[in-house]
């Protein structure tokens, strides 16, 4: 089937009032930056729908890529002709000739936008039923439920015929929420975690500590690997790959073993929320579970959090680990994440870290670290870089 046109309903932004067209036109802009490999594209946003031109584009290409943007209901791929009756009823015609087996039941169901269309929903309803009729006697139309429902909408320019309405991604544009910043280790949890923060419309930049020579190349690569899955969902996401070395060794040298953890994790969230007022994020988002690790039982988390006011988004606190790797098989993650490269987490994981620590010590401990210094350090020697869904970059201020 040559489709020409792909047809994108909007879901929950209708809920949104006057911010409707900024979250609109965020969606376009998401949905220029998904398809930048297919060029002759047009994307015309309108209140109730958006219209995909494709121009020779191919569809069975660009619809993979559609499910997975957030603020997609649904989309339909669609095919334009002239507002001609004979004209609609031989494409109706065409496309039941390919898609019917024999077996299903039909409905045509016709919306018209242009009200000075020669035939009105119901004669249009009608006129179409016949024609499939013609060429299959023995079809039957049923109204409720059918196996082929044959949509057909009359616009002021032109007649739009389509026959599939596939399942988008959900959610709010990604961008529409404001920024945060994700701690992206090698693990499972955080890529699941920055997917769900993107659902809600949460722009992420992903924030990743290293620690040469004890972290390797291979384990930074894998961080931008599970970063670079999931911009199909936005495009592209920046990362920040944060020093950590000096810091690591420090808190070895310095700090009671049970700690180690306690203190690290707190130093993560210092420059994690420092990075955030740099690059005017307004969260952190991490993929903390309740429970899991050490780190993240509540007398943990109470300890680690004290360090500062921003939010901390957890989209996975509540989930089950059996869940977590559901969801990272879904995005595509789980396979990269269970690769055997350490990150810094686990290299300076300590034998017996303190499940309660107690928030009195952890003062006493951190005084005898250089903590504004190693801040100041770590933070002069971040490392940018955007990773994109294609390496072609493009101005889309001009397509809106």
């Not at 504004?372 to 970059?393: K, P």
Request: proline residues 5%; contains cysteine.
């Amino acid at each position: 089937m040559k489709y020409t046109e792909i047809m994108i309903r909007y879901g929950e932004l209708s809920t949104k009032g006057k911010n409707r067209r900024t979250f609109i036109n965020r969606l376009a802009l998401n949905v220029q930056k998904s398809l930048i490999d297919f060029p002759k594209v047009k994307v015309i946003a309108e209140r109730d729908r958006m219209h995909l031109l494709l121009n020779g584009e191919d569809s069975d290409e660009i619809i993979p890529l559609l499910t997975k943007i957030f603020g997609i209901q649904t989309f339909s791929p669609s095919i334009r002709v002239e507002k001609d009756i004979e004209v609609i009823k031989q494409t109706a015609q065409a496309i039941m000739q390919e898609i019917y087996t024999g077996k299903e039941t039909f409905r045509i169901s016709t919306k018209r936008s242009d009200h000075d269309f020669i035939q009105d929903t119901n004669e249009l309803n009608l006129t179409l039923g016949n024609a499939i009729v013609d060429i299959f006697p023995d079809i039957k139309a049923q109204m409720k439920q059918p196996d082929i429902n044959l949509r057909v909408e009359i616009r002021v320019e032109g007649a739009y015929l389509s026959y599939e309405m596939l399942q988008g991604a959900g959610g709010l544009p990604v961008g529409t929420a404001g920024k945060g910043m994700l701690m992206l280790s090698g693990g499972i949890d955080s890529p699941v975690a920055g997917y769900f923060a993107m659902k809600r419309g949460v722009e992420i930049e992903a924030v990743h500590f290293a620690s040469p020579p004890y972290t390797s190349e291979q384990s930074l690569q894998k961080a931008k690997d599970l970063a670079k899955k999931l911009t199909p969902y936005v495009g592209s996401i920046h990362f920040i790959e944060v020093p950590f070395t000096e810091i690591q060794e420090e808190i070895k040298k310095h700090v009671p073993q049970g700690y180690w953890m306690t203190i690290t994790r707190r130093m993560m969230l210092r420059l994690t929320d420092a990075i955030r007022q740099q690059r005017k994020g307004l969260i952190i988002v991490n993929g903390e579970s309740l429970g899991q690790v050490a780190s993240q039982t509540l007398q943990s988390m109470v300890a680690i959090n004290e360090v500062t006011n921003t939010p901390i988004i957890r989209p996975v606190a509540t989930m089950d680990k059996l869940e977590i790797i559901q969801m990272a098989e879904k995005i595509d993650t789980f396979e990269l994440s269970i690769q055997p490269f350490e990150d810094c987490c686990t290299i300076f994981a300590p034998p017996q870290p303190k499940t309660r620590p107690k928030l009195e010590k952890v003062p006493k401990y951190e005084q005898r670290l250089d903590i504004e210094g190693m801040i100041a350090r770590s933070m002069a020697n971040l490392v940018h870089s955007d990773i994109s869904a294609s390496q072609i970059e493009e101005d889309f201020s001009d397509l809106l």
